[in-house]
Nanobody, 124 residues
Framework: QVQLVESGGGLVQTGGSLRLSCAASGRTFSRYTMAWFRQASGNEREFVAAITWSGSSTYYADSVKDRFTISRDNAKNTVYLQMISLTPEDTAVYYC?????????????????WGLGTQVTVSS
């Protein structure tokens, strides 16, 4: 059974930074894309970034490109999301997801396994 556990969320001021982590367990993820999504209150869950498990390819939503960086540490089965220059519009619950899909997969229905999320709040 796949388990994804996010951590690293919190409260930060506008312009600040946070690094989210997603620890994966339960199977070999060598062919799995790992992705981050986020869901602000009252909004649909939206794609943020994705990375192949090899790390050779990444893909970002336009809204976070140049501010967020997705990376992974295969030895720890962990994926990270480094976020800088945060704004209140980045406030959301951030979810980790995985499945055997192309790194350009941005729809929630394309991912079978999800974590429970971690809250990121950016104050103005």
């Amino acid at each position: 059974q796949v388990q994804l556990v996010e951590s690293g969320g919190g409260l930060v001021q506008t312009g600040g930074s946070l690094r989210l982590s997603c620890a994966a367990s339960g199977r070999t993820f060598s062919r799995y894309t790992m992705a981050w999504f986020r869901q602000a209150s009252g909004n649909e869950r939206e794609f943020v970034a994705a990375i192949t498990w090899s790390g050779s390819s990444t893909y970002y939503a336009d809204s976070v490109k140049d501010r967020f960086t997705i990376s992974r540490d295969n030895a720890k089965n962990t994926v990270y999301l480094q976020m800088i220059s945060l704004t209140p519009e980045d406030t959301a619950v951030y979810y980790c997801a995985t499945d055997m899909v192309p790194v350009t997969s941005t729809k929630t229905y394309e991912y079978h396994w999800w974590g429970l999320g971690t809250q990121v709040t950016v104050s103005s």
